[in-house]
């Protein structure tokens, strides 16, 4: 898969990839993802994505080959590769700061490297190929347990660990009331993860219907369709004896379908800070003293957020890109136990060689689609 600009991606052959330095590996993918962020790719509104560049950060596969200096895995081991390039040896990494890696990514102080996510991420070519380099391969990548499904399996790569992630974040205490904006998978998996932490309760806020039923059914959380409320917020404080939720976490970020000043900053100018909608309600729909958790995909433009207003209630906001590799022991035992199942989550499987029309369906929200997944030619 490759980039052309804006609403454009197609099939194309490309170079395999090739060692280049002793801790590379390159693995033959078996299966790859579709990531709602990756919408924001798609659309353009994410700086510095190159033409010619390959997306997907969540994929599983086979070691095709290693570097010399790899001694964890060999050709033939089956793995899955977490979204974050970290070199497990710098400042942030030896803090368990996987997401935050200081050696990776060359083009920015904040994030590390992400595979597939524009050159403000390092520039690596992503997944949603036959073939991808891993560098650092004896950091990120783990042998698949034989036990766990495929499907369970590289959705751990990042919408599984992000959403758990982010009702970690969100510091929930027993009885909680749990406000989840997006019910996306990131979403839906927060909110499920939510019950495991102690929720009392949990509410899941989107405004399209099929997704709404999904966060009913997958993670058994109350919903409010935001369309059929003259102000959410008023209805969340309401049904919240009128003080708030205890918990929001914030799975929207840049409003993945884009606004108005969003097109114009992020295609012609190069610039995106985001919608904050999804964030200022957060704000206002929890109580004062409450924790927000922010794991929705924000650029790095500053946004026109209600920080005075966070500040005068005694907020706590916490937010990071989700260290994955770091959720993994505890979510395999919740995904062998049967308290997780991410598979539950899939709703179309996608040929590589139909992938522009798998985008159009994703962003488009067609078909009932909650999370793609895409099986390259070489699976």
């Not at 794991?295 to 209630?313: C, E, L, Q, R, T």
């Amino acid at each position: 898969m490759v980039y052309r600009g804006p609403y454009r991606v197609r099939v194309e052959e490309k170079d395999v990839p090739r060692i280049e330095h002793p801790n590379d590996a390159v693995v033959r993918v078996e299966l790859a993802a579709i990531c709602g962020s990756d919408l924001h790719l798609y659309h353009g509104l994410m700086p510095d994505t190159r033409v010619g560049t390959t997306f997907g950060h969540e994929f599983i596969g086979v070691v095709d080959s290693v570097g010399p200096s790899v001694r964890n895995l060999v050709p033939g081991d089956r793995v899955m590769v977490p979204f974050n390039i970290s070199c497990g040896s710098c400042f942030y990494c030896a803090r368990g700061m996987l997401a935050n890696c200081h050696n990776v990514n060359p083009n920015a102080t904040a994030v590390g490297g992400i595979y597939g996510y524009s050159h403000t991420t390092g520039g690596y070519d992503g997944g949603q190929a036959e073939y991808v380099r891993v560098p650092f391969a004896d950091v990120g990548p783990v042998k698949v347990p034989e036990w766990m499904h495929s499907e369970d399996a590289v959705l751990l790569t990042d919408a599984t660990a992000t959403g758990y992630f982010g009702a970690q974040l969100g510091d929930i205490r027993e009885g909680d009331v749990v406000v989840v904006f997006g019910a996306g998978p990131v979403g839906l998996v927060a909110a499920k993860s939510a019950w495991l932490m102690g929720a009392g309760r949990v509410i899941v806020v989107d405004h399209l219907e099929y997704r709404l039923e999904k966060a009913r059914t997958f993670a058994h959380a109350e919903t409010v369709n935001f369309a059929e409320h003259d102000d959410v917020v008023v209805h969340l404080k309401r049904i919240t004896d009128h003080l708030g939720a205890d918990v929001a976490i914030d799975c929207v970020g840049a409003e993945a379908d884009g606004n108005f000043l969003q097109h114009v900053t992020g295609t012609k100018l190069k610039l995106q800070g985001g919608s904050p909608v999804a964030l200022n309600w957060a704000i206002d729909a929890v109580r004062k003293g409450a924790t927000i958790s922010v794991m929705g995909a924000y650029g790095p433009v500053p946004s026109a957020v209600k920080f005075g207003d966070a500040m005068n209630k005694g907020l706590t906001l916490r937010m990071n890109q989700c260290p994955v590799k770091r959720q993994w022991p505890r979510l395999f035992e919740h995904v062998r136990n049967g308290y997780l199942r991410p598979r539950d989550l899939v709703t179309h499987r996608i040929p590589l060689e139909d992938i522009a029309e798998g985008y159009h369906l994703f962003s488009s929200k067609l078909d009932g689609i909650v999370k793609p997944l895409i099986v390259p030619t070489a699976a």
